[in-house]
C-alpha cells in the first residue's frame, strides 16, 4: 500500500467543502490519508479519537456525500479516483471487495452506489438536501439552546441571588454567591492597609488614588513591594518610625511620585547645621582664648612664662 496520498483542489476548493467546520475539514484528510488504494478504510472512530473530531464531524462527511458509509464500520472516500492516481506495479487491492463490488464510477472517477445492489449504511431515505437542512437545524437547535441556558443562569431572582435555572446542586450556587459577594465587597470597600493607625491609613491611601491618576500600577503585588520599601526606609533603628513613614509618602504626593525615595534634606536643616557647626568654632575659639588669659595670671607674685604661650 502506497504511502503517500494526493488531494485534488476541484474537491477542496469547491464550496461544498469549505462551508464546513475545519474540524471536519480536517477528518476528511486524516481519512484520506489512512485509506487504502482504493480509497477504504474500517477504523474512522479511531481516527477521530486521535485528532479530536466528533461524530457529527462524520455524519456532515457522509450526508455531504464526500464519504460513503457501509455497514460493519466500513467507509470509502467517494472521490478517491480524482485525488489519487497509482501505478499499477504499487497498487493494493483493498481486502473490502464485497463493497468495493457494491460501487460504480462515474465519468469524472467519483465512486457511486449501484441501487441494484443495495444502499449502504449511513445513507440516508430522504433526499441531500433534507438531510442537510435536519443537521443544520439541529444544530442551530442546539446552539439556541445552550444560549437560552446561559442567559437563565445569569436571571436573578429579585432578593434571593439564587439563579432561576441551574443544573448545581444548591451548595454549588451558594459557594458561588458567596464568592460573588466577596468580589462585590473588595470593588466597593478599600483595604485597609494600616488598621491600627488612622493618619497613616489615610495617607497611604491618599498616595495610592495619586498613583491611580498617574497610571501606576496598584496591583495586590505592588502594593506588597510598596508596604516592604516603606517599612525598611521607616525602620533606620530597626524599628518603625510612623513619623518618618507619614514624611516619606508626602514627599511622594508632593513630588507625584510612582515610587517611594529616602527624605531629602531641607534648607532650612542645612542652616541650622551651619550655625552649630559655626557656635562650636566660636566657642572653641573663646575656650582657647580664656586659657591663654588664665596661664599669664602671675602665680606666687611672679609673671607667668611665654615660653609656651607664645601664639
Known amino acids: 500500500m502506497a504511502e503517500k496520498r ?13 462551508e464546513m467546520p475545519l474540524s ?33 464531524d462524520y455524519d456532515l462527511l457522509v450526508s455531504k456525500a464526500f464519504i460513503i458509509q ?28 464485497e463493497e468495493k463490488a457494491m460501487l460504480n464510477i462515474k465519468d469524472n472517477r467519483a465512486y457511486t452506489l449501484d441501487k441494484s445492489k443495495g ?15 435536519r443537521l443544520d437545524k439541529n444544530r442551530l437547535d442546539k446552539f439556541n439552546n445552550n444560549i437560552a441556558s446561559a442567559k437563565q443562569k445569569l436571571e436573578v431572582i429579585e432578593g434571593d ?20 459577594k466577596e468580589k462585590e465587597i473588595k470593588k466597593k470597600k478599600p483595604l485597609v492597609y494600616f488598621p491600627d493607625d488612622e493618619e497613616l491609613e489615610a495617607v497611604f491611601q491618599d498616595y495610592l488614588k495619586l498613583r491611580k491618576k ?11 513591594l510598596l508596604g516592604n520599601k516603606l517599612n525598611k526606609m521607616a525602620s533606620p533603628n530597626g524599628y518603625f518610625d510612623r513619623e518618618i513613614a507619614i514624611q516619606l509618602l508626602n514627599q511622594s504626593i508632593e513630588n507625584s511620585w510612582k515610587t517611594i525615595y529616602p527624605l531629602r534634606e531641607s534648607k532650612k536643616s542645612n542652616d541650622v547645621l551651619g550655625a552649630i557647626k559655626e557656635y562650636a568654632a566660636e566657642r572653641s575659639m573663646n575656650d582657647s582664648r580664656r586659657m591663654y588669659e588664665d596661664a599669664r595670671i602671675p602665680q606666687n607674685g611672679l609673671p607667668a612664662s611665654n615660653e609656651f604661650f607664645d601664639f
Open 70 to 97: 457501509f455497514p460493519e464500520g466500513i467507509c470509502v472516500i467517494k472521490h478517491w479516483r480524482i485525488n489519487n492516481y497509482l501505478r499499477r506495479d504499487r497498487y493494493t487491492e483493498t481486502q473490502y471487495t
Open 214 to 224: 498617574i497610571k501606576a500600577v496598584n496591583s495586590e503585588r505592588a502594593i506588597n
Open 24 to 56: 471536519t475539514q480536517a477528518l476528511y484528510f486524516h481519512l484520506s490519508m489512512r485509506a487504502d488504494d482504493d480509497g477504504f478504510l474500517n477504523n474512522a472512530k479511531k481516527i477521530m479519537r486521535l485528532i479530536g473530531a466528533n461524530q457529527n
Open 6 to 18: 494526493m488531494f485534488s483542489k476541484m474537491i477542496v476548493d469547491s464550496d461544498a467543502f469549505l
Open 119 to 133: 444502499k449502504p449504511l449511513g445513507i440516508p431515505v430522504v433526499d441531500q438536501m433534507e438531510t442537510q437542512n
Open 161 to 180: 441571588n439564587v439563579p432561576k435555572s441551574s443544573t448545581k446542586c444548591p451548595i454549588e450556587i451558594e459557594k458561588e454567591i458567596d464568592i460573588e
